[in-house]
């Protein structure tokens, strides 16, 4: 099936730890793009990247780390610095011309 | 700064009566306007987009409408399975740009 990987669903991190929080998409889509979602608030960008071994900071990439090293795979790292952390994370990729984005079913990050 | 005002934040209807969501929208240039529908614990998914003021789109009783200002997402003769949050999001003509996400409207249709 065609879609977007988000792993894993459920994810609990220590203070001080870093967790890699994974997204892959077999839609061969340029694009992809990392948001959080806090209750009752839009979905925010954090990262974002057109091609391969290139990405570009959203609007809260502070505390947050990314790379893109293959085409399918767009993994997002929660440093130790982001000092609030607890959120649901959401994958998209889209094609860069249309940009409609298409989501993955999310990872929500609690801390310990 | 590109902005989206979703409204209400929340509408409550019965099972058959027709309402209409709406999204206000400032933005230096509209690429396209793009609904999106979440259930809960769940990634968005896509349900329109909109391209030029006095577009309307169609999937089974969801209609969507776009002027220069705002859109309209008109549920008509709604079913408890249509209970959601729905998602307004804007995509400015400039260079490459990344959507702008309203706060969304929660949605609960009752039989």
């Known amino acids: 099936d065609g879609g977007i990987t988000q792993s894993p669903k459920y994810l609990f991190r220590k203070e001080g730890q870093n967790v890699t929080l994974s997204c892959e998409q077999n839609?061969?889509?340029?694009?992809m793009y990392w948001y959080r979602q806090d209750p009752g608030q839009g979905l925010r960008l954090i990262y974002y990247s057109q091609i391969v071994n290139d990405f570009q900071k959203g609007d809260i990439a502070e505390g947050y780390s990314v790379s893109r090293e293959k085409k399918e795979s767009f993994p997002l790292t929660v440093t130790s610095a982001q000092k609030n952390p607890t959120a649901f994370y959401l994958c998209?990729?889209?094609?860069?011309?249309?940009?409609?984005?298409?989501f993955g079913a999310g990872t929500r990050l609690s801390v310990l | 700064e590109d902005q989206v005002t979703q409204s209400p934040e929340a509408l409550r209807l019965q099972e058959g009566e027709s309402s209409s969501l709406n999204c206000s929208y400032t933005v230096s240039g509209l690429r396209g306007l793009f609904w999106y529908r979440q259930d809960p614990g769940k990634g968005p998914e896509f349900l329109f987009t909109l391209y030029s003021a006095g577009e309307e789109k169609e999937k089974e009783r969801l209609k969507a409408t776009l002027t220069k200002k705002e859109s309209f997402l008109h549920i008509t003769a709604p079913k408890p399975e249509d209970s959601a949050t729905y998602l307004c999001?804007?995509?400015?003509?400039?260079?490459?740009?990344?959507?702008?996400f309203g706060k969304g409207t929660m949605l609960l249709v009752s039989p």
């Open positions: 998209a990729s889209g094609g860069v011309a249309k940009n409609i984005q298409y």
């Open positions: 839609l061969n889509h340029d694009a």
């Open positions: 999001a804007v995509q400015a003509n400039s260079g490459y740009s990344t959507l702008t």
